[in-house]
């Protein structure tokens, strides 16, 4: 069998996915033959990883030289783990290079760099892949199934709530995603994921997106209006306070990052309470969509446990679907270790907020029933090790339709886009007016 060669743009700690399939359950198939970095640190850090699995050490080089790096290494493909603001040029090069590509989400960041990948595309005629594991997760495929057998009728409404707890939803504000030019805030970022999910549960795309929200509780305006008196400029130091981060407990956190500051300055660990955080905390959309569906959704960052809650509500009846994906995180833990308090051997008291999913479709005059969903070992439910089977090895007929491209990463961007838009003015943005060809005329349906 012929191997697909493969370049890696961007070695940070995403990466570590894809490097572990390529070395791993699709090396068969796959080989990683460059990695296009700028912190040789990192770069190298992945690179040991290949060649303790016994492979040859993939070809280092700078970011200036991704096309020579195709070139000379006949890549075939190009995945892109760069930092947000990164994502549309190093797609557009990789594809004017003769290289398809595969990107984390988002896709980018605002509607110009959208459209300049729409053209590159059209261009080059090559491929992009967006990797939305949330889609594979077995309880989201179900609820897809739920709406696509028409068991609830047409859609008319969708409630999506999603909650980042105080370990994972602070790290949004020690990292470069506090940035909003780096990342285009966490309606961008993190919640391209869940408005993807929207578009592809009702298979429709969006039309209009009114946003409220700010920064209430991280940086330091709020820091100071609570009194939480003097902060320490980072995590990585002699204190003990519950949200610092120690680069230094963490072999790998250390590793990639610690160890890789003396090339370019980046501190992954920057307290959450500091100066010049330009995201939102808090947030809530309101979002038409072409088939006369509206959703309502809210993001809260900073909550003591973590998970989502969706109701979908259709002509015939409505879908519940609750997750806990973490019932706390408890002091003394160390490095914010998150933790389901009622698991066996957890310390402290039994919660009643358990991690787990539930299910519940109840059709007018009638009973409520669980659907049952399967999952698997492995990252979101074996959703994880689904998403790469069709990254590496090719995508089969899927009834469910999850395997996703550039046209699914403009549609979930455009939310947060509109939404960002809306923020700034305090009005109701159309998505017509981003000025994206795909996203033109509000007859458009996803898929």
Not at 118 to 147: D, K
Not at 379 to 392: N, P, R, T, Y
């Amino acid at each position: 069998m012929t191997k697909t060669r493969y370049a890696i743009a961007g070695a940070g700690h995403r990466a570590q996915m894809y490097v572990d399939a390529i070395i791993g359950t699709h090396r068969d198939r796959a080989e990683l033959v460059a990695i296009c970095e700028p912190n040789p640190t990192r770069a190298l850090y992945h690179s040991d990883i290949v060649t303790a699995a016994g492979l040859p050490a993939p070809r280092i080089g700078a970011p200036a030289e991704l096309e020579q790096l195709i070139r000379e290494e006949s890549v075939d493909r190009v995945i892109i783990c760069a930092r947000d603001d990164l994502h549309s040029e190093l797609i557009i090069r990789s594809l004017e290079a003769g290289a398809d590509v595969v990107v984390e989400k988002p896709l980018t960041i605002d509607a110009a760099s959208a459209h300049r990948i729409e053209q590159a595309v059209e261009r080059t005629g090559r491929r992009v892949v967006l990797t939305f594991n949330y889609r594979y997760s077995p309880r989201n495929s179900a609820l897809r199934r739920v709406i696509q057998d028409g068991t609830i009728g047409e859609v008319t409404s969708v409630d999506f709530s999603w909650v980042l707890d105080t370990s994972h939803g602070a790290d949004y504000f020690r990292r470069w995603h506090r940035e909003k030019k780096n990342s285009g805030g966490l309606l961008v970022h993190k919640a391209s994921h869940h408005f993807d999910l929207v578009n592809w549960w009702i298979r429709s795309t969006p039309t209009r997106v009114y946003a409220s929200g700010g920064l209430r509780f991280y940086g330091a305006a709020n820091a100071e209006a609570r009194g939480l008196g003097a902060r320490p400029e980072r995590g990585t130091h002699d204190g003990g306070d519950l949200f610092e981060l120690d680069l230094r407990t963490d072999a790998r956190l250390s590793a990639l990052y610690l160890d890789a500051e003396q090339h370019d300055g980046y501190r992954r660990d920057l307290d959450v309470f500091s100066g010049g955080i330009t995201i939102e905390d808090n947030l809530a959309l309101v979002v038409d969509y072409a088939s006369g569906a509206t959703l309502s959704y809210s993001l809260n960052a900073h909550a003591p446990w973590e998970g989502y809650r969706v109701a979908v509500n259709g002509t015939l009846g409505r879908a519940e679907l609750d997750v806990v994906e973490r019932g706390a995180v408890l002091e003394g833990d160390g490095l914010h270790r998150a933790v389901d308090p009622s698991l066996a051997g957890a310390t402290g008291p039994v919660s009643p907020r358990s991690e787990g999913e539930r299910l519940i479709v109840q059709k007018h005059w009638e009973p409520a029933y669980d659907v049952p969903i399967e999952s698997d070992r492995g990252g979101h439910g074996g959703g994880d090790a689904l998403l790469l089977a069709d990254v590496f090895a090719g995508p089969g007929e899927d009834p469910l339709a999850r395997p996703a491209d550039w046209t699914d990463g403009i549609r979930s961007i455009a939310v947060g886009i509109a939404g960002n838009l809306s923020l700034e003015s305090g009005m109701p943005v159309s998505v017509d007016d981003l000025g994206i060809a795909l996203l033109q005329g509000s007859e458009r349906r996803g898929r």
